[in-house]
């Protein structure tokens, strides 16, 4: 059995963003004591709801993308695959579920290591080859094996709840009386900062995520090379297959080949790392595998 | 290219750039520690065509070259035309650090006899569970990994891996978009 290897700088600042989350959380709740509101009624509602999803999120998420739940029969190369995984990774075998979908993609779901399951698009299967198949199967196991729906969904509650407390604070004067426009604003202002930092954490905290399902599939696999392989496949870029001979020929035609995209503002709000980033991650892994 | 170049419409191809082609040698040793790849005794030079008239006059000042430079290290080398009617100068020699001092030799000599331009790239080939081939090239100034696969397919992971392990001792291309394959070549 592979002992998980510990990421001290990732864990870190996945540490930090959930404690700000939470730190978020609790100075909306001091506030909300110091008014005395029956705030408390509405936060129930919400983790009720929130419960509720976590609970049917699987099954909610799964019919959303279309996918379909196959049986070992349907797909026995699929399923022997995930389970030389697993046995790997000390993971009870997940349900696995095909998408009709030609986009290359993969996902997993379930609350638990109990309840999860793996989807592929049809368009993956086909993009990439087994080794590079099997590397991002790694990468939505590890996901599992983290708890990050978990993590996720908690993640999320706590920011809802921020959402909600700023929305029904006495002071924002809903179905009051109001004196002055000017605490108005700033109470919008100060509501609106809390939502930006909130979704901002919450990318952030994804992305960390997504950094460990990488490390976490190079460490299953043993070659992280065919994550890097399968990541550079999935968005599209490949290797050129043109002879140079023949682009650096006397009559060469002009290539327009397709950069790999960078972003810096764009990063903060998404919730996956930039490309790049991962396979830089992905490559010192690799190097601290030789050494 | 200097900008007044440009602005007459004066096309000057790069120079070849060699001062990081001698790199590959101390490489080679890292490569066998960690890939267990090792040198296959071949390196071959490509360089690209010139005008049919020009290119019999070109091989036999080449061929003059290599016969005199070789005489002492016993370097075997011939010289071929491809499908795409490059030059190849093929070396073989079982001691890599003399493939390699080779190569360095040869591809001095041409740019100094005025091919410079015409220097495409510099490959070494190495085994180990595939074939992989390091592609030099002269206008880039940098290596990067090829291994092919059958049907003109390329390993893409195995060459991510290569870039990944010999990313600190080799100066290897960054853009990616410029890795361009060399298939069926006569090393």
Redesign the interface.
Same mark, same amino acid.
Request: proline share 15%; aromatic share 4%; charged share 25%.
């Given at each position: 059995m592979i002992r998980w290897k510990v990421d001290r700088g990732l864990e870190a600042r996945m540490l930090l963003t959930m404690l700000l989350l939470a730190v978020l959380y609790l100075a909306f709740l001091a506030i909300l004591v110091s008014q005395g509101v029956d705030n408390i009624i509405i936060i129930i509602f919400a983790g009720g709801f929130v419960l509720l999803q976590y609970y049917f999120s699987d099954k909610m998420i799964l019919s959303s993308m279309g996918a379909r739940i196959v049986s070992e029969s349907e797909a026995p190369e699929l399923h022997q695959t995930v389970s030389r995984l697993c046995a790997i990774a000390d993971l009870p075998m997940p349900r696995i579920a095909i998408v009709n979908s030609s986009m290359p993609n993969a996902f997993a779901t379930g609350r638990n290591q109990k309840n999860a399951v793996v989807a592929v698009t049809k368009g993956i299967m086909q993009k990439l080859d087994q080794?590079?198949l099997e590397a991002v199967l790694a990468h939505e196991l590890t996901h599992i094996k983290n708890r990050d729906m978990m993590v996720m969904t908690i993640a999320t509650f706590l920011s809802s709840v921020a959402q909600i407390l700023v929305r029904n604070l006495p002071f924002m004067g809903r179905g009051r009386d109001r004196d002055s426009g000017g605490s108005f604003v700033v109470i919008f202002a100060v509501s609106l900062l809390v939502w930006i930092l909130s979704f901002i954490l919450i990318q952030a905290l994804s992305r960390y995520r997504e950094f460990a399902a990488d490390r976490g599939a190079a460490i299953i696999t043993g #070659?992280?090379?065919?994550l890097?392989?399968a990541l550079?496949?999935i968005s599209g870029?490949r290797?050129?297959?043109?002879?140079?001979?023949?682009?650096?020929?006397?009559v060469s035609a002009l290539f327009i080949?397709?950069?790999?995209t960078r972003s810096s503002i764009m990063n903060l709000f998404s919730t996956h790392p930039p490309l790049e980033a991962r396979?830089k991650a992905?490559?010192s892994i690799? #190097?601290s595998l030789?050494s | 290219m200097g900008f007044l170049d440009s602005i007459l419409g004066k096309t000057r191809l790069p120079e070849a750039k060699t001062d990081r082609l001698f790199a590959i040698s101390t490489a080679a040793v890292t490569m066998e520690a960690n890939l267990g790849l090792l040198p296959d005794g071949q390196a071959g030079l490509c360089i690209k065509p010139m005008e049919s008239t020009y290119y019999e006059s070109a091989r036999k000042e080449i061929e003059d070259l290599l016969k005199l430079s070789f005489q002492e290290t016993g370097t075997l080398h011939a010289i071929q035309k491809d499908e795409y009617g490059y030059i190849w100068v093929v070396l073989t020699d079982p001691d890599f650090e003399d493939l390699v001092a080779s190569i360095q030799m040869i591809s001095q000599i041409l740019i100094e006899q005025g091919f410079g331009t015409q220097l495409l790239a510099a490959v070494y080939r190495f085994r180990g569970e595939a074939t992989v081939y390091w592609i030099y090239s002269f206008k880039l100034g940098s290596y990067y990994p090829f291994v092919p696969k059958s049907g003109k397919q390329r390993d893409t992971a195995m060459e991510f891996r290569l870039r990944s392990i010999m990313q600190s001792e080799l100066p290897i291309e960054r853009d990616m978009a410029k890795w361009y394959p060399m298939w069926g070549m006569p090393i």
């Open positions: 080794s590079e #070659q992280p090379s065919n890097v392989s550079m496949k870029f290797v050129p297959t043109e002879d140079l001979r023949r682009v650096e020929g006397p080949v397709p950069p790999l396979i992905l490559q690799e #190097q030789v | -």
